[in-house]
């Protein structure tokens, strides 16, 4: 099974949707037999590397509350992620533009490096309250990732570098009809929209891992002619 999972670096969401995907996972009997691969999805392309703003003042400019009620909102998503493990530290969060984290998990990836360095990036935003649009910031955490340093600085120096496939991944997703993540697609088939339940991840595991195991792998479109060799005989069936 193949789990395809487009995110957000500074999406709260999609932090708590990983989390939760993660313990289903961790209950799942056939879990050894299922890729996570994760898909760039950038809330605010347009975003500035330095807002000047805080969270809060995002938050409320964007959906036109008061500055209070953004710090009501922020502290229930807070505790939300609280009850998945995760400590979210709204006050000191350094919002920004993510397309520069983006290309980098591009090239972890290469490396085997994505699983680990998407979890760095969010735990560097939400937890440590780092700047990830700041390309020293992410040449500091790709080398606790196991990249090289020269090769993640020549990466970030090239704005081209990896763009492209950052660049597909959303354009994959524009297809898929994705609005907002976090968005799980499992084998191409089945989609979960938002950090759900931990229980409706254990559902949609069972459900595509019975459905796709019952289902044969290729449609028999054969006449009843069988022409094939078997079991060591080639024998042309006799007309009827």
């Known amino acids: 099974m193949k789990i395809e999972v487009w995110s957000d670096y500074v999406c709260p969401f999609c932090y708590i949707g990983k989390r939760r995907l993660e313990e289903a996972l961790s209950q799942f009997p056939h879990k050894e037999q299922v890729e996570v691969e994760f898909k760039s999805f950038e809330l605010d392309p347009n975003s500035p590397k330095n807002i000047g703003q805080n969270i809060h003042e995002v938050l409320a400019k964007k959906y036109g509350m008061s500055i209070e009620q953004a710090k009501q909102a922020n502290q229930n998503v807070g505790q939300q992620a609280s009850t998945v493990g995760l400590t979210f530290n709204f006050d000191e969060m350094k919002p920004t533009n993510t397309f520069d984290a983006h290309r980098l998990a591009k090239f972890a990836k290469t490396k085997g490096k994505e699983a680990v360095i998407s979890e ?39 704005k081209n570098s990896f763009a492209q496939d950052v660049r597909f991944d959303e354009s994959l997703a524009q297809q898929y009809g994705v609005r907002g993540v976090p968005y799980f697609v499992l084998n191409q088939k089945y989609a979960i929209s938002g950090a759900q339940p931990i229980e409706t991840f254990n559902g949609a595991l069972q459900k595509v891992w019975e459905e796709e195991s019952a289902s044969p792998v290729l449609q028999d479109l054969s006449t009843d002619d069988d022409v094939s060799c078997e079991d060591g005989s080639c024998v042309i069936p006799e007309k009827k």
């Not at 935003?125 to 993640?152: C, M, N, P």
């Open 120 to 158: 760095k990036l969010l735990k560097a935003y939400f937890t440590d309250s780092k700047h990830i649009g700041e390309h020293g910031t992410l040449v500091e955490i790709a080398v606790e990732a196991g990249l090289d340093r020269q090769e993640v600085m020549n990466v970030l120096a090239d």
